[in-house]
């Protein structure tokens, strides 16, 4: 026998394919939110190295192998490469897997967006160490490459034994020099393009003006809405403020800058108001929002679940956002600012909304934005959010019909 199975020689390929293109993009990846697709898509395709891997030397074990070229020395060498290349092809994916089910973030994984992989039940006290042998496991998988190449360079070159005849489809030694030159390209190109990606702005660039703080470690509950059905022929009476209902399917929405990736955007589905307001007295306002933080959506269950955790929302300790205004402001006509607090994370910072009615009576529909400075409460705190703008745009709309309570 001087060839490898069929099963043999396309297994092989298609893992140095993969491995090629695994090793350039966990070089290259940029961090953060910017690199969040590519860090799913580095998940997967190491998984999948490692479906391949048990595949293969399953395959190994029930197939012979052709007889070596050499003897010796060079034949040792060649088989440590060999046995190297299967422990790193099984241990960087484990730790790899081991990595992100210790990670502070709890970030799902589904390969290829279709499979979910479960976690690990290992402990986070381990993730440093993890973290630090998953980077040593790359850096000893470039060396065996480079070592692998080097010596089918050697086989072809100076001694001229047809090596790739052995492992190449057909026995074509053309093909198997073009596959061989295939995986080096794609590593290089992949390498090249991901690296390309402009680097997120440094921390020191991404503060906010400071506010004044004060810690809050619970947030209140919203005052309930209204429940009494708008009359909209009601008369005001003197001193009367209209007491406001929000009709369902207003929106609020939320949009981030992510650097070169363009932004994020996204919405709340769950959030309510108590709104006293008499636009012709806005001084008089009182309005409290009240906004559930877990309904926060991009889109992307994946990334919904890290707003969810303790970098971004910690919905499981502050659930809740509270914007609160005792009066407003007319800036023109239809048009008012309100100047309040907004309470989220555990922290009460000044807060100003701009909005604009349009309407008669007490039926109205209002539309509004503000600008939310995210790192001064303590949002977007680790390595996810480092391509992400300081301030984050808020808009809202929606259709409110009023009463007039009776003195």
């Given at each position: 026998?001087?060839?490898?199975?069929?099963?043999?020689?396309?297994?092989?390929?298609?893992?140095?394919?993969?491995?090629a293109?695994?090793?350039?993009?966990?070089?290259?990846?940029?961090r953060?939110?910017e690199?969040?697709?590519?860090?799913?898509?580095?998940?997967?395709?190491?998984?999948?190295?490692?479906?391949?891997?048990?595949v293969r030397?399953?395959?190994r074990?029930?197939?012979?192998?052709?007889?070596p070229?050499?003897r010796?020395?060079?034949?040792?060498?060649?088989?440590?490469v060999?046995?190297?290349f299967?422990?790193f092809?099984?241990?960087?994916?484990l730790?790899?897997?081991?990595l992100?089910?210790?990670a502070?973030?709890?970030?799902?994984t589904?390969?290829f967006g279709?499979?979910?992989?479960?976690?690990?039940p290992?402990?986070?006290?381990?993730?440093?160490?993890?973290?630090?042998?998953h980077e040593l496991l790359?850096?000893?998988?470039?060396?065996l490459?480079l070592l692998?190449?080097?010596?089918?360079?050697r086989h072809?070159?100076l001694?001229r034994d047809?090596?790739?005849?052995?492992?190449?489809?057909?026995?074509?030694?053309?093909?198997?020099?073009?596959?061989?030159?295939?995986?080096?390209?794609?590593?290089?190109?992949?390498?090249?393009?991901?690296g390309?990606?402009?680097?997120?702005a440094?921390?020191?660039?991404?503060?906010?003006p400071?506010?004044?703080?004060?810690a809050?470690?619970?947030?209140?509950?919203?005052?309930?809405?209204?429940?009494?059905?708008?009359?909209a022929?009601a008369?005001?009476?003197?001193?009367?403020?209209?007491?406001?209902?929000?009709?369902?399917?207003g929106r609020?929405?939320?949009?981030?800058?992510?650097?070169d990736?363009?932004?994020?955007?996204?919405?709340?589905?769950?959030w309510q108001?108590?709104?006293?307001?008499?636009?012709?007295?806005?001084?008089?306002?009182?309005?409290?929002?009240?906004?559930?933080?877990?309904?926060?959506s991009?889109g992307?269950a994946?990334?919904?679940g890290?707003?969810?955790g303790?970098?971004?929302?910690?919905?499981?300790q502050?659930?809740?956002a509270?914007?609160s205004?005792?009066?407003?402001?007319?800036?023109a006509p239809?048009?008012?600012?309100?100047?309040?607090?907004?309470?989220?994370?555990?922290?009460?910072?000044?807060?100003?909304?701009?909005?604009?009615?349009?309407?008669?009576g007490?039926?109205?529909?209002?539309?509004?934005?503000?600008?939310?400075?995210?790192?001064?409460?303590?949002?977007?705190?680790?390595?996810?959010?480092?391509?992400?703008?300081?301030?984050?745009?808020?808009s809202?709309s929606f259709?409110?019909d009023?009463?007039?309570p009776?003195?």
């Open positions: 026998m001087t060839r490898y199975s069929t099963g043999a020689i396309a297994l092989h390929w298609l893992i140095a394919f993969a491995l293109f695994e090793l350039a993009l966990g070089f290259a990846m940029p953060g939110v690199g969040f697709a590519l860090f799913q898509l580095h998940k997967s395709v190491g998984i999948a190295i490692l479906a391949l891997t048990v030397l399953g395959w074990l029930a197939h012979p192998r052709p007889a070229l050499e010796g020395l060079a034949h040792a060498a060649a088989h440590g060999h046995v190297g299967y422990a092809m099984v241990l960087a994916p730790t790899g897997w081991a992100v089910s210790t502070p973030v709890n970030v799902p589904v390969l279709i499979v979910p992989l479960p976690h690990l290992l402990p986070g006290s381990i993730n440093e160490m993890v973290e630090e042998t790359a850096w000893c998988g470039i060396a490459f692998h190449v080097a010596g089918a360079l072809e070159i001694l047809r090596l790739l005849e052995r492992m190449a489809p057909g026995g074509s030694r053309p093909l198997g020099g073009l596959l061989a030159l295939g995986v080096i390209a794609l590593g290089i190109a992949a390498f090249l393009a991901i390309s990606r402009q680097a997120p440094s921390e020191a660039e991404a503060l906010p400071q506010a004044e703080q004060t809050e470690a619970v947030l209140p509950e919203a005052t309930p809405s209204p429940s009494e059905e708008a009359t022929t008369e005001e009476e003197p001193g009367a403020i209209p007491q406001w209902k929000i009709r369902p399917g609020l929405a939320f949009s981030v800058g992510n650097g990736a363009g932004t994020i955007d996204g919405s709340f589905a769950k108001g108590a709104i006293a307001f008499d636009p012709d007295r806005p001084e008089t306002a009182d309005i409290r929002i009240t906004v559930d933080l877990a309904s926060a991009v992307d994946t990334q919904d890290m707003l969810a303790d970098e971004f929302f910690a919905v499981s502050f659930g809740k509270v914007f205004a005792s009066s407003a402001r007319q800036t239809g048009r008012y600012t309100a100047k309040g607090t907004l309470q989220m994370k555990g922290m009460t910072l000044p807060q100003t909304i701009s909005f604009r009615l349009a309407g008669e007490l039926h109205r529909k209002a539309q509004g934005s503000a600008t939310i400075a995210r790192t001064a409460f303590g949002i977007g705190e680790g390595s996810a959010a480092e391509s992400l703008d300081p301030n984050v745009s808020v809202f259709e409110a009023g009463t007039v009776a003195n």
